[in-house]
């Protein structure tokens, strides 16, 4: 077996370049997220596993492995996940791809990943942290395990600190719940206060059971207003899109907020041209053969 390769779902517009993916926990991911698509797969359901001897399948993996495109944890479970403080799995892997001088690409939500920087050194590095919005209600209700806003910051802002490339994941924007521009602006200029580099956003794409499961978490008014955005919407690939003109209109108002900060802006997943001033996942700052992307797209 040689390293997995990421599935970039073209028909759902992934705009993601090659690269590997391993998910070192399967079942549910324990944040919970009423959003989280990952429930759209039968391995990411049900209670979490740890996947105990995968440190030795990535060692034979990665022997067969000559091509070192950047390898993300995870897409479809947080490799730092409760869990992760007891097994370390997800650092033993990690550990074994930055000996093999992999690039890695970590995507989380959790202040545990501060524990691996030392890791984060020894390789190309890029780490995206999920931040919908800072207002403590609002995360509770929609990723109600997650770690706080505050302290997902905090560990953001202690990467960024240690020269790490750090982007910013406002993914997913839910539509009258924390899509209010200016709670955006706040997010976005607390983020270029630490150093973050670039900001990559989405709007909410529910699969399917995501209005049963929503309705059992918000109030009725909350569930009402949210049905209703997407009572126009349309099913691509699995995923129910809200109209395009809806999503352009909301990611060109925040495009514009990012890059008057100085950042990069990229949009995951909406199929929206000239949006993206960079590469979704942050790829550009692990592998610099592509820096030439970066120039011909600021107009
Ligand atoms: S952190 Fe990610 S994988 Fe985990 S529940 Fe939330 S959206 Fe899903």
Known sequence: MRLPLFNVVKSAFCTCLPKY??????????????????????????????????????????ARTKVKLPVMLSDCTDPYQPLEEKYEITRECLKVLAENGFPLLIVTKSDLVTRDID??????????MSITTLREEISSLIEPNAPSPERRF?????????????????????????????????????ASRIG????????????????????????????????????????????????????????????????????????????IQNLNTNICDGTAYCRNILNHYVVHNKE
């Open 119 to 128: 890791l984060f050194k020894r390789t190309p590095t890029v780490v995206s």
């Open 196 to 271: 973050v580099k670039q900001v990559t956003a989405s709007t909410m794409k529910p699969v399917r059971g995501f209005f049963k499961r929503f309705k059992e978490r918000v109030d009725r008014e909350t569930y009402r207003r949210v049905l209703e955005a997407y009572s126009d919407g349309l099913w691509i690939a699995g995923y129910k899109y809200l109209p395009v003109e809806k999503r352009a209109s909301l990611l060109r108002r925040l495009r514009s907020i990012t890059l008057n900060y100085g950042l990069e802006f990229a949009t995951c997943r909406e199929g």
């Open 21 to 62: 993916n391993i998910n070192p926990y399967l079942g549910r991911c324990s944040h919970g997220c009423v959003y989280c698509y990952a429930v759209k797969f039968p391995s990411f359901r049900g209670p979490v596993k740890p996947r105990l001897n995968l440190k030795e399948k990535v060692r034979e993996a990665v």
């Open 154 to 190: 905090k560990a953001l802002e202690k990467i960024a600190k240690e020269k790490i490339p750090t982007v910013l994941r406002i993914d997913p924007i839910i539509p009258t719940v924390n899509s209010d521009l200016e709670e955006l602006e706040k997010l976005v200029s607390a």
